[in-house]
């Protein structure tokens, strides 16, 4: 079963707009990854925070987490026509010690016009 | 470094039929991991290798079967396959023992069409 939850499930903006999505999960998490996948392509790492971090930026991209409300939020700033494409956020269950697996939620489908 | 590669991109199958999909890592990662992606269902887990070894399994039957080597490289087997079998089967590998503790890098995946 899908562990996280993704609002909005799909997302439309202009070229140069902000892009913001939200991820909510349900158990205790180690960290939390956000991943973009192009039209049922594989899947691109794009941030991970771990589980005593608060926010983390890279490029123009800026994660939130907070445990306390098990959620996290990735904004991307000025987007492009590029950035058109899935966003899926995956937590790593508190309770894995080494593998373990990718929970992943349903994705935000983000289109931006140029 | 060469990518993720999985073998082959594409594959039409019927029902009843059995089917094998290839997953080589990255040079040097030992962890790979497979996922299945639906439309319905999403990402889910399917199993994770490390070293040879089965570390996790996910929900599915047993028809879904899996393998590592000892160059690293991975297979799947799916035994028997039905209809709601069609999907996307996207492997993954990591370079640490502690594969969910850092990024995985995904392969393109295999687009599996059962008829």
């Known amino acids: 079963s899908q562990q996280g939850e993704e609002d909005p499930q799909a997302l439309s903006i202009q070229e140069g707009e902000n892009a913001t999505m939200n991820c909510s999960y349900k158990?205790?998490?180690?960290?939390l990854q956000w991943y973009r996948q192009n039209s049922g392509r594989g899947l691109v790492h794009l941030i991970l925070?771990?589980?005593?971090?608060r926010e983390k930026h890279s490029g123009r991209l800026r994660v939130t987490l907070d445990t306390s409300k098990k959620s996290s939020s990735l904004l991307i700033t000025a987007s492009r026509a590029a950035d058109t494409a899935s966003y899926f956020c995956?937590?790593?269950?508190?309770?894995?010690?080494?593998?373990?697996?990718?929970?992943f939620g349903q994705g935000t489908e983000l289109s931006v016009k140029p | 470094k060469a990518g993720v590669t999985q073998t082959p991109r594409y594959l039409i199958k019927t029902r009843g039929q059995q089917v094998t999909l290839s997953c080589s890592p990255i040079?040097?990662?030992?962890?790979v991991s497979w996922y299945q992606q639906t439309p319905g269902q999403g990402l889910q887990f399917l199993f994770e290798?490390?070293?040879?070894?089965?570390?996790n399994k996910g929900n599915f039957p047993g028809r879904f079967s899996g393998r590592q080597f000892s160059n690293s490289r991975s297979e799947m087997n799916v035994s028997t396959l039905e209809l709601g079998d069609s999907a996307l089967y996207l492997c993954?590998?990591?370079?640490?023992?502690?594969?969910?503790?850092?990024?995985?890098?995904f392969g393109p995946g295999t687009r599996l069409t059962v008829l």
């Open positions: 993954a590998s990591s370079s640490t023992r502690a594969s969910t503790r850092n990024e995985q890098f």
């Open positions: 158990t205790s998490i180690n960290n």
């Open positions: 925070i771990r589980s005593n971090e």
């Open positions: 995956a937590t790593v269950p508190g309770d894995y010690n080494q593998g373990g697996k990718l929970i």
């Open positions: 040079s040097g990662h030992r962890s």
């Open positions: 290798y490390f070293s040879e070894t089965q570390r």
